[in-house]
């Protein structure tokens, strides 16, 4: 597997990574076992003062991650920034929360004093992507970090320079050795680490298809597992919607990271009421858009992360067209070197559509028509998928009666989708299983150890 840092402006290849040897990953499971079993015995709050140092060093050196994140895989630096500002705060909430979090939980029972304890496991293994290259190790690092459970980093092969900055990060804040590591290894070396006993638990954010075949090797060696996998979430406009809302919302609820974010808003659901105007407004919002240099603050709209990306994207809207869809807006070339790809607006695709009920991962958003909310309801729910959506109407009860009925692990009413350290994010169905961030994200490795006392009643 060839780590390479590639920029999808310029389409200069900025810098390659030797992979890891055996060696290496022997070292690093050697490593973190090791620390393992020291955390065991140390109290918890003793590795907080370690992740405040990670999250000053984030804000400290946020200008020079977030160039590297933009360069390597084409977000608009403001959000990069954004993600490293993300980033700290996620990091600061287990330092400053998860004492409390983890503490024992007393249970009723007339067989005696009984309780849990939540504690590590071990060595934690993360396969993460390139969309979000500091959000998605984060995420996963700092709750397990306080657990007391150490990480081992499989990152996107496009995104390697982020890991390497992390890594270096955590090295600098005195972290332990073995609590974190980043190795640039090859698939085989990945279900190696799986297989190691050492490891304990998988987390993946990725696709259908890396998730299926990572929760497989867990499976086979019974390694518990948390999968957050892809996404075509509905954004549903219901009758009794604040329209100016929408209108303000629905844009950039597409077109963030260029739409290459798991939870965007890729099918929207919108009442006949609002339809026609919907359209006319999502289209100006795309139209208005300008291409260009992400380093550059006067650019909104970043390229693709890379030549691949944009060519299975190409190869989906094709797809989509041949088999009946209309284009409403968009999908001409833009005259840029870089793997940009128009911001596009599809309708009329058909349940038979083969892009029905595929994630398009960039600018192309597809509109529905619908009569009522059963309509929207179905329309919703018919979908592989089911990570997240958006409903909006004016009135709470009823947005949170639709709300309710999306087969889907998190729904945002009156907004796009977003990302907070105390809410729980994931999914169901084909979008995986488990929870990262909040209280379920800290738990998500933990042993629940019952401890009860027969004679203390």
Known sequence: MAYQSINPYSNEVLKTYPDAT????????????????????????????????????????KQELATIMTKEMGKLLSEAEGEVDLCASIVDYYADHAVDLLKPVPLKTDAGNAYYAKQATGVIFAVEPWNFPLYQIVRVFAPNFMVGNPMILKHASNTPGSADAFDKLVQKAGAPAGSFKNLFVSYDQVAKAIADPRVTGVALT???????????????????STMELGGNDAFIV??????????????????????????????????????DEFLENLKAGFAAVKPGDPLDKETTLAPL???????????????AVAAGAKVYYGNEPIDLPGQFFPPTILTDVTKDNPIYNEEMFGPVAVVYKVENDA???????????????????KDPR??????????????????????????PFGGVKNSGYG?????????AFVNEHLVINATDK
């Open 398 to 423: 009823h947005a949170a009666y639709v709300a309710e009925q999306i087969e889907t692990g998190m729904s945002f009413v009156n907004s796009g989708w977003l990302s907070l350290p105390e809410l």
């Open 305 to 319: 992360s890379s030549q691949r990306a944009k060519e299975k994207l190409v190869g989906q809207v094709k797809k």
């Open 238 to 275: 219901l009758d009794d919607a604040d329209f100016d809302l929408v209108k303000k919302v629905s844009p950039q609820a597409r077109l963030y990271n260029a739409g290459q974010v798991c939870t965007s808003s890729k099918r929207f659901i919108v009442t006949a009421k609002y339809y």
């Open 206 to 224: 990725g696709s259908e298809r890396g998730g299926s075949s990572v929760a497989k090797v867990a499976g086979e060696n019974l390694k518990k």
């Open 375 to 393: 309509e929207a309801i179905a329309l919703a729910n018919d979908s592989s998928y089911g990570l997240g959506g958006s409903v909006f109407s």
């Open 435 to 443: 929870r990262e961030l909040s209280d379920l994200g800290l738990n």
């Open 22 to 61: 055996d060696a290496e990953l022997e070292q690093a499971l050697a490593a973190g076992d090791k620390l393992y079993h020291q955390w065991r015995n140390d109290p918890i709050s003793t590795r907080a003062p370690y992740l405040k140092k990670v999250a000053d060093l984030l804000r400290a050196e």
